[in-house]
T-cell receptor, first 114, second 111 residues
Framework: AQSVSQHNHHVILSEAASLELGCNYSYGGTVNLFWYVQYPGQHLQLLLKYFSGDPLVKGIKGFEAEFIKSKFSFNLRKPSVQWSDTAEYFCAVNEMNRDDKIIFGKGTRLHILP | ETGVTQSPTHLIKTRGQQVTLRCSSQSGHNTVSWYQQALGQGPQFIFQYYREEENGRGNFPPRFSGLQFPNYSSELNVNALELDDSALYLC??????????FGSGTQLSVL
């Protein structure tokens, strides 16, 4: 069965620090990969996604993620975080050509100190 | 704003009762899916409806059921509530294979 593992449950950084959130998935076939973000009191929203092509994907608000197929990883990065990036981040995967079930990781709570 | 509205925002029920959660999607969103998010966990896929027919289901028992209506609204029904059903229930909708838009969820507490 598919699963998604996020390495850190809670990350605390100071503003301007660099960010990398780890995500590994288990599935033998071709997958689509996502990062979702949930700001305090708000709905889940898509940060970025990888379907095919360039494994380095750029999303909104300066975030990017790199798909490394050999490592089954899709880590999220941002060179310099802001206080407004405080949120919960979810890595997710679904089977290509099966666009129903999206499997989410447990989430990483990111807290940015001003 | 996602255009996906869920009601109610909070709900308290007792064990054994039945509950109906509602979702209103943007016009044209022919696909709706429901997720359960327990405390400290990521959302778990319950099922998906496409043009009023269920077309995908996660590992949830049959007491979790749904309906999708022609007016782009949908329902999640849970019978015989159990304590472990306490969670945030999220509705998400999209047009065909387009971007998924999530609602803010209904927080269900089962006592």
């Amino acid at each position: 069965a598919q699963s998604v593992s996020q390495h850190n449950h809670h990350v605390i950084l100071s503003e301007a620090a660099s960010l990398e959130l780890g995500c590994n998935y288990s599935y033998g076939g071709t997958v689509n990969l996502f990062w979702y973000v949930q700001y305090p009191g708000q709905h889940l929203q898509l940060l970025l996604k990888y379907f095919s092509g360039d494994p380095l994907v750029k999303g909104i608000k300066g975030f990017e993620a790199e798909f490394i197929k050999s490592k089954f990883s899709f880590n999220l990065r941002k060179p310099s975080v802001q206080w407004s990036d405080t949120a919960e981040y979810f890595c997710a995967v679904n089977e290509m050509n099966r666009d129903d079930k999206i499997i989410f990781g447990k989430g990483t709570r990111l807290h940015i100190l001003p | 704003e996602t255009g996906v509205t869920q009601s109610p925002t909070h709900l308290i029920k007792t064990r054994g009762q039945q509950v109906t959660l509602r979702c209103s999607s943007q016009s044209g969103h022919n696909t709706v899916s429901w997720y359960q998010q327990a405390l400290g966990q990521g959302p778990q896929f319950i099922f998906q409806y496409y043009r009023e027919e269920e077309n995908g289901r996660g590992n949830f028992p049959p007491r979790f059921s749904g309906l999708q209506f022609p007016n782009y609204s949908s329902e999640l029904n849970v019978n015989a509530l159990e304590l472990d059903d306490s969670a945030l229930y999220l509705c998400a909708s999209r047009v065909d294979s387009g971007k998924l838009f999530f609602g803010s969820g209904t927080q269900l507490s089962v006592l």
